[in-house]
Every structure is written in structure tokens, then in C-alpha cells.
């Protein structure tokens, strides 16, 4: 069968001045445009595997290229242009497909990448959605372990810092407000770790890095800051987390804990006022 939006092996039955055309078992044909087959010899008879989408002219037509995704896939795409009853994302033909404003969860920027589901609408015609999360897949089990550094992609964010990923471009995970720190925007891909795996095949994730990586970091941080600042700074484990957040980006659990790593190594001392390099 000829479906828009999906691949179909098709037999070319006749050449014409602006194509061929190509058609199933059913003698249902569809047009290969004749600026789709340079440097291909195609001869009638030949069995042709081709994609099936609309033209400019609304026209079911086929093609030899490759799209990015395919009808009931997601895929990572990004947005070439933005018109007022919605947004353009390239999938690599011809034409790019259609993002109606209603399907937007959030405001799309042009050049940006973002994760699209295909569909067929209700006017027969290739359109995308943001709205993905029905369409991810759970992680089966053994899929992934605690502790596997895995890739991510925000699809969405919830009002209570939460955020919604795709692991691997395919499978539902979340990263909890506690497990960020940095603002992350939708479309942005991430290098996260797995941190818990829900008993329905959620995987639970973070953007820290594993505890003792985390301190070293931050360690080597406090003392690059002291060196570039006369041996001085003006934070100390008493200070708020406010403020260590926006210097040091992490908690003050953390601050203090590497902070007393530190001293024990009799890197620095503490005082009223701060903090000084030894």
C-alpha cells in the first residue's frame, strides 16, 4: 500500500516527461519527479524503495532521499522558520514538515533543535508535535543500570523544576528540581546519569556527577577562585546557599563538605570574614 508518511517498495511502471511513475501490488502508482532521480538509471520494472510525502502543490509524491524520521517516530529536528499558525522543522527533503501552533508546548527558536513526533493529521497532510511524552518507550529491564552515563534531551519542564527528558532519544526519563542546578531549556541535550530506575521502567536521572567526581571538581573550583582572588574569598561554610549557588553552582551541603576536604588537607583556613589559601 501507498501510506503517506512511510516507506513503500514500488515497482516503476511507465516513464513520463516529468518523472516516473511508480506503483504497488494494488496498481495504485505515485510520481517520482524527475528531480529526484539524477544519477540514478532507472529502468521500468525496476523495484524502488521510496519515501511518500506531500509537495509544495499538496501532491502525493515519492522520493528517493532518506527523511530524519518517518510517520510515528520522534526525532530531533531542527526549526528552519515560524509562520503565525506555526513553525517549519527540516527532516531533510524537499519540504519540511509543519509544526501547528496548537502542538507547540513551549516557544520554538529558529535554528534551534527540539524532539518532534510525525503524524498524519486530520487533512491527510505530515505534521509534528512536541507533545512526545506517549510516544517514548519505557526502558525494559536491564535496558540500563544505576550509574550509566546516558544522554538526554528536555522535552518538557514541569512548574515545580522537575524536567522531562528522552534517554537516547527514545526512552521516558526525568531529572527531579534536587538534581539541577544549571537552567536547562527545552531541546537541550545533556549528558546525565542514571540515578534510579522506577519500577515501570522510568529512568530517574541526574546532571551531578557521581559524589567523590563532584567534590574533586568543586575542590579544584575553591582553590582556582582563591588563586585568581589574592588567596581570599568572601564565602565561607556559614554563608547562605543563595549565594554559593550563584558563585559555585551547588549546594551548601556540598560547599561545606569540600570546604572541610580542604582544610583537613591544610589547604585553607576559615575565618569570619571568609575564606584564605594557605
Do not use: W
Request: aromatic residues 10%; neutral net charge.
Amino acid at each position: 500500500m501507498i501510506i503517506l508518511g512511510e516507506y513503500a517498495n514500488l515497482k516503476v511502471s511507465k516513464k513520463v516527461d516529468f518523472g516516473y511513475y511508480l506503483e504497488d501490488k494494488f496498481g495504485d502508482e505515485v510520481l517520482l519527479p524527475n528531480s529526484d532521480v539524477k544519477n540514478h538509471d532507472i529502468k521500468e520494472g525496476d523495484k524502488l524503495e521510496v519515501f511518500i510525502y506531500r509537495d509544495s502543490k499538496d501532491r502525493m509524491i515519492s522520493t528517493l532521499k532518506k527523511p530524519y524520521i518517518t510517520v510515528g517516530q520522534i526525532g530531533y529536528l531542527e526549526v528552519v522558520s515560524q509562520r503565525e499558525i506555526g513553525a517549519f522543522v527540516d527532516i531533510g527533503l524537499g519540504r519540511d514538515l509543519f509544526i501547528p501552533l496548537k502542538e507547540q508546548s513551549f516557544k520554538l527558536k529558529d535554528g534551534k533543535k527540539y524532539l518532534f513526533y510525525m503524524y498524519t493529521d486530520k487533512t491527510d497532510r505530515l505534521a509534528g508535535t512536541t507533545k512526545i511524552d506517549s510516544y517514548l518507550d519505557l526502558a525494559e529491564e536491564g535496558k540500563y543500570k544505576v550509574s550509566d552515563e546516558v544522554k538526554a534531551i528536555v522535552y518538557d519542564t514541569c512548574e515545580n523544576g522537575t524536567l522531562n527528558v528522552a534517554i537516547d532519544g527514545k526512552y521516558r526519563g526525568l531529572i527531579l528540581a534536587n538534581e539541577h542546578f544549571d537552567y536547562i531549556y527545552p531541546g537541550q541535550e545533556i549528558e546525565v546519569r542514571v540515578k534510579r530506575i522506577y519500577e515501570d521502567g522510568t529512568l530517574g536521572v541526574t546532571t551531578r556527577k557521581k559524589r567523590l567526581d563532584a567534590r574533586e571538581e568543586l575542590s579544584q573550583k575553591i582553590l582556582q577562585y582563591l588563586k585568581e582572588n589574592g588567596g581570599f574569598m568572601p564565602f565561607n561554610d556559614k554563608s547562605s546557599s543563595e549565594d554559593i549557588k550563584a558563585e559555585f553552582n551547588t549546594s551548601k551541603n556540598y560547599f561545606k563538605m569540600t570546604l572541610g576536604g580542604l582544610m583537613k588537607q591544610k589547604l585553607i583556613i576559615q575565618d569570619k570574614e571568609g575564606t584564605r589559601l594557605l
